[in-house]
């Protein structure tokens, strides 16, 4: 426990000057004052000295700052880019020295002579060694890295109560969720053994598709500290030569990405949750590599749908399916105040109808904002989902700035059968609306026989004082002021969600006749 009460007071000296400034964001002296407006300049630079904080404070609070950049829902959107930026790469010997582990684990399997390091991240280290005539790659996890770990999150833990103690009532909802949801996570990422079966089901998965290459794995040398796979040399994906060379456009290639991301979460059920440009690569043959399946999940077959289906209630602003599938996926409780969020949810639809920058990372911000009143988690599943989309993203507008990411969504939702074509899709709202019609239709011969009958028994009838006392009553003047109303009353309907301005249109055009008849039969 000495380790323990030591590093929470070194993370807690190291975070505070950070939190003395956000403290007197609220009260200028901290104790008293008013509050103080702070540019989104200085908010960067607080994000940005965070990142270095994370970096220097190992693993696990790189891991929370990574997991952070996809919760709008905790921290402001200039924190999330920030945080977005954070990737694995620290020194190889951060940590402890990983090649022993590679001796203790290998050392009567492979040639440690012919090993070479290739890259470090915040958990393991990449070599490059020979076996059996082939080049192969080893992930190999850091040494004394799961009692590390384990004892970060412990002062995680204990650094809860202080960050729930300032915060408003929706963040500590979110706040307590995520710090269990992150445990998942992390600890997850530490199981290599899973990685190297998720890996080999993803390889599965795209046997068949040559423009993907996803290592395969040798299962002999893999263990809960390594994972053994094929060594596939390709070129960083945002190399602005690489396309140029191989004769691709960069949309060809943002579109492939796109579409292989959605296979994985929506029609195959298992996915590569980190698409950072550090993870990918092109080989020369133009086939994009996907690296590191550290950051991986599977879904069940009842997540798999609740997940397409929020895609699908998303491109076609369906407010009430997004609803519906909200509380499904439990981001929502199922006790809301459904009409409260039905409105919210209909304000953030309004709000990007007609943009022409719409982006996945803009809806979340936008839906996750506008939630903000309402008690709601993201369940790990989900938020890896969503760090896919727009990490994802990302790498495809650095490719293609112009690249429409709801387009290919769209698209790809079409060819798989998650929704009709457009023209389906129009042919059934029509369909929807005239089923709904038909009753109101139904009734209106019986309105109209009702309105005749009492016009002809003298009920209905107009009674004004005019200026100037006339001879006789005009019978037409009742049938004007009755189609002026009715005309009136139809263009109001039209707002209306259901087509009760045909109904109010029909009659206008009767008493308009009528009208007509009576100045004839008048003239005459």
Known sequence: MNGYYRRYLQVLVRFFPVAIAFLRDRR???LFGPSRTVSTAVHRARAERLTETMLDLGPAFIKVGQVLSTRPDIVPPTYVDVFATLQDEVPEDAGGDPFAVLETELGDEIDLETVEPV?????AFVYTAEYE??????????PGLVAQIERDLRVIRGLLPLLTAFANERQRYSLENAADDFEEIILGELDFEREATIMAEIEDNFADDDRIVVPETYDELCSDRVVAMEYVEGRKITDERVLADLGMEPTEMATLIARTYLKMGLVDGVFHADPHPGNLAVTDEGRLVIYDYGMSQRLSQQEQEDITS??????????DGLLN??????????????VAVRRVLELVIDNLEGRSDVTWRLIIRELLSMLHDFPFRIPPNVMLLMRVGTVGEGVCRSLDPEFDFIAVTRSFLV????????????????KRDLRESVPVLARVPARFDAVFGQLE????????????????????????????????ATA????HAQPYELASLAAALVAALQYVRTRRSKGR
């Open 28 to 30: 200028r002296f901290l």
């Open 119 to 123: 890259a470090g991240g915040s958990l």
């Open 133 to 142: 005539g082939d080049r192969i790659a080893l992930k190999v996890r850091r």
């Open 310 to 319: 929020l895609y699908r209630t998303l491109v076609r602003r369906d407010v």
């Open 325 to 338: 599938t909200l509380i499904a996926l439990e981001v929502l409780e199922p006790s809301v105040d459904r």
């Open 415 to 430: 060819d798989h059968g998650f929704i009709e074509s457009e023209f389906e899709v129009l042919f059934e709202d029509v």
């Open 457 to 488: 028994r003298g009920e209905l009838v107009v009674r004004t004082d005019p200026i100037e006392p006339t001879p006789g009553g005009d019978p037409g003047v009742g049938y004007a002021v009755l189609a002026g109303a009715l005309f009136v």
């Open 492 to 495: 109001v309907l039209t707002f």
